[in-house]
């Protein structure tokens, strides 16, 4: 995993949206987390893939901004909004394995053909009957 210092990225407290009561309006317990993409410790591989995905979260100035106001509470808000910003640069920093085209075996192109011809011969005993009376 990761890590990611915690000078890397800047914790703001605002009010959080929604209702909420009079806490709501009293308290700033939603959290922004702004996470500059190319002034970060990361490798330059993560940063363009990062920059690459098409996320509305991530400016034009490559500033990744997480809004975290699910919880009640300022301090679960942080841990909420760092957990999510752990988990957008862990996907970042997976990468697939190139897949290599195969092509279907003799057997399977056979066994595929069977089944057809038998779902064929079931489809035909559907029609109609004939009176032979």
């Not at 009079?22 to 996470?35: C, T």
């Amino acid at each position: 995993m990761l890590e990611i210092a915690a000078h890397e990225y800047t914790l703001t407290a605002i009010r959080a949206q929604g209702a909420g009561g009079q806490n709501v309006n009293k308290v700033s317990s939603a959290i922004h987390l702004r996470f500059d993409i190319q002034a970060s410790s990361l490798s330059e591989a993560v940063k363009a893939r990062l920059l690459s995905r098409k996320d509305q979260r991530i400016s034009a100035e490559g500033v990744l901004v997480i809004k975290a106001q699910q919880y009640r509470t300022q301090e679960a808000n942080k841990r909420d909004a760092i957990a999510r910003l752990h988990a957008i640069v862990e996907a970042a920093s997976h990468v697939n394995p190139v897949r290599h085209a195969t092509r279907p075996t003799l057997a399977s192109k056979k066994r595929r053909v069977t089944g057809k011809l038998l779902r064929g011969v079931v489809k035909q005993g559907r029609g109609k009957v004939l009176d032979e009376a």
